[in-house]
């Protein structure tokens, strides 16, 4: 790698002082908005959301300077990178202290905190998920291929996919599939990008047991999307995609099963 000059580095630092002033700026709201919500507690789920979207610029303006550094200096920011990510978490976890951290159970276990965010139309609750699906795509694709981080975003793609179909109100989801419904074409898309999320998520966290961890724990978790998959097809009605994600759950609590009794007659030689 060729050596940066002190003048590469100091128009470097110009270039980026803009996006590091808006860090600090946004940085500073969040400690305000937090405050807030300690003290005041009223409409504490929508200040919430507000924290969802400065978490997700500011994972933006992370972005940018790790883009930036590549294209300038021709190497990876990864502090940048590195707080880009933590950002995301962050505006991940926001979220499920709104919608709740919920996988593969009843819409009813966590319908009364959606209470909460009642007002939130689906067209709003759609747009804050394609923003933050986004910014999850951009991150990974700004570390690349080879990062040391390949397996950890599996959780955070999976928490993800988790929030994005928790803060969606399934009650009217039917309802809202009708063409004549003013929310059709948000809950339409939404959905699609649920099922599509569900059945990635699932697919990665059998990929990391096989290819990394081998903890039963990440096969389980896989299985518990194929699951929240599973109740997404059969509440709206999608009988073949429900049979088929059924099957398919059946072959992998088998093999679930015969992977378990073969690490427990190991552990006994």
Known sequence: MAKISVE?????????????????????????????????????????????????N???????????????????EENALNDGRKSLYKSVIYLEEVVSTCVDTPYSDYEGKLAEIAEMDAAR?????????????????????????????????GRFAAAAKNIM???????NTDPRSPAYEPTVYHLRLIKKLLAQAADRYREKYELSTNRIDDFKQ?????????????????REDAETVKKKLEIWSTKL??????????KKG
């Open 8 to 56: 590469e580095r100091n128009r470097y630092q110009e270039k980026i002082k803009p996006y590091r002033d808006k860090i600090v700026e946004i940085s500073g709201r969040e400690k305000n908005i937090l405050v807030a919500i300690k003290k005041e507690g009223a409409n504490a789920a929508f200040k919430r959301l507000t924290l969802v979207e400065e978490m997700l």
């Open 169 to 175: 109100d399934l009650k009217s989801a039917v309802s």
């Open 125 to 157: 609750r759609y747009s804050l998920i394609s923003k933050m699906g986004l910014a999850i795509n951009l991150l990974e694709n700004a570390y690349g291929d080879n990062t040391k981080w390949k397996w950890s975003f599996v959780e955070l793609e």
């Open 222 to 238: 896989g299985i518990n999307f194929l699951g929240a998959l599973r109740r997404i097809h059969v509440l709206m009605g999608d």
């Open 58 to 76: 500011l994972a933006s303006y992370q972005i940018i300077i790790s883009l930036v550094s590549q294209a300038r200096l021709k190497v990876k």
């Open 257 to 266: 099963e015969t992977d378990i009794k073969r690490s427990e007659s190991q």
